[in-house]
């Protein structure tokens, strides 16, 4: 998390406000901007934290590989 930190994401993941949050987390996906931090997607339905970070990851990969696709467009 720190190296993704340093790059200038940022993933909060927490429960999902239930009777049993356990069963349920969510993840949004933060990019630092220019005066704050902005959500650039958030999804919930993971079972458990490291399924969301995980997704959160490939997200940002993904997002960071079509930006340098339309910048040698």
Same mark, same amino acid.
């Given at each position: 998390?720190?190296? =993704?930190?340093?790059?200038?994401?940022? #993933?909060?993941?927490?429960? #999902?406000? !239930? *009777?049993?949050?356990?069963?349920?987390? $969510?993840?949004?996906? =933060? !990019?630092?901007?220019?005066?704050?931090?902005?959500?650039? *997607?958030?999804?919930?339905?993971?079972?458990?934290?490291?399924?969301? $970070?995980?997704?959160?990851?490939?997200? $940002?990969? *993904?997002?960071? #590989?079509?930006? =340098? $696709?339309?910048?040698? #467009?």
């Amino acid at each position: 998390m720190e190296q =993704l930190y340093e790059k200038g994401w940022w #993933l909060h993941v927490c429960p #999902l406000a !239930r *009777t049993a949050p356990q069963e349920e987390w $969510i993840v949004a996906v =933060l !990019r630092k901007g220019k005066a704050s931090w902005i959500t650039e *997607t958030i999804k919930s339905g993971f079972n458990n934290p490291h399924s969301g $970070i995980k997704w959160g990851k490939q997200w $940002i990969d *993904t997002y960071n #590989l079509q930006q =340098l $696709i339309k910048k040698k #467009l």
